[in-house]
């Protein structure tokens, strides 16, 4: 009988996953290409997590993509760590290698720019400051991605200080820590505001952080895709701003993992938008 070739496997793994639209999206782009593969799910509690990962790969796993609880200790876990992961502390895309080792990276950041590369052309990073709500590991990323594309200051708000300072220490003198109850006032001049919390995720409590001092013009992002258009960015869009939703990071940052896995590089358009938001 003559031996066939292992069909490949990916998925992702957390705790809980069944949130997840990564499943989605990886198996829209398996059919669309014709490729033969699939991309499971799995519910990993944070206990198994080692164990599991010495067995994917016997299992015939080519990789994974990680979320949260997982994305900071599977570096531990991993023998191999690119600088742009160990720099925002997290990995979301795992990659199996054939001599048995485990290759972690961090594509958010790369999400997050092509994201907005794609649906604000027009957008210069270099005219002026970035303001930056949250302190995780999403802003970590986004952070690192802005600083690389030229941004020349960073003012962060973070409702637990002590996480903004440590912002500071680990990305340097562009970051500027301003307190919760005074980010309103980081608005002013700002060309580029980000949304890196879960305010305004359904489910979530409300962005209550008054926008009034925005600037027309100005780039505004959420990282949050559910609901699509947050309150966040339909005042920021009534304000005369350029907002971005947060989905089409989602589908970026996925690009590079399938690429590796599965050997064809996937192209985000509408047809893969509709597919991940469903019917």
């Not at 997590?49 to 080519?62: H, I, R, Y």
Request: proline share 8%; net charge neutral; charged share 20%.
């Amino acid at each position: 009988m003559t031996d066939l070739p292992r069909i490949p496997l990916a998925g992702v793994i957390g705790h809980p996953i069944a949130h997840s639209r990564s499943p989605a999206l990886h198996g829209y782009w398996l059919r669309r290409y014709g490729i033969r593969g699939h991309y499971i799910p799995m519910d990993i509690a944070p206990q198994d997590l080692k164990q599991a990962l010495e067995m994917l790969p016997k299992l015939g796993f080519v990789g994974i993509n990680v979320t949260l609880p997982h994305k900071e200790e599977v570096l531990k876990l991993a023998d191999i760590v690119t600088d742009r992961a160990a720099l925002i502390g997290a990995a979301n895309t795992l990659i199996f290698r054939k001599d048995g080792r485990i290759h972690a990276d961090n594509t958010d950041g790369s999400g997050f720019m092509a994201n907005l590369r794609q649906h604000a052309p027009d957008w210069n990073p270099a005219t002026g400051p970035a303001a930056v709500f949250g302190a995780g590991g999403a802003s970590r990323a986004v952070i690192a991605a802005l600083i690389e594309v030229g941004v020349p200051e960073i003012r962060i708000a973070n409702r637990s200080r002590p996480r903004t300072e440590a912002l500071r220490s680990d990305f340097g003198a562009k970051i500027v820590a301003v307190d919760w109850v005074q980010a309103p006032n980081m608005l002013e001049g700002a060309t580029t505001v980000v949304n890196t919390t879960s305010l305004g995720m359904a489910g979530k409590p409300e962005f209550r952080v008054p926008l009034d001092a925005l600037e027309p013009g100005a780039l505004v992002t959420d990282l949050v895709y559910n609901p699509l258009k947050t309150q966040f960015l339909l005042e920021a869009e009534a304000r005369g701003c350029t907002t971005v939703d947060g989905l089409g990071m989602l589908l970026h940052q996925a690009v590079p993992g399938f690429e590796r896995w599965f050997g064809h590089r996937p192209e985000v358009d509408d047809a893969t938008r509709a597919a991940v938001l469903g019917p």
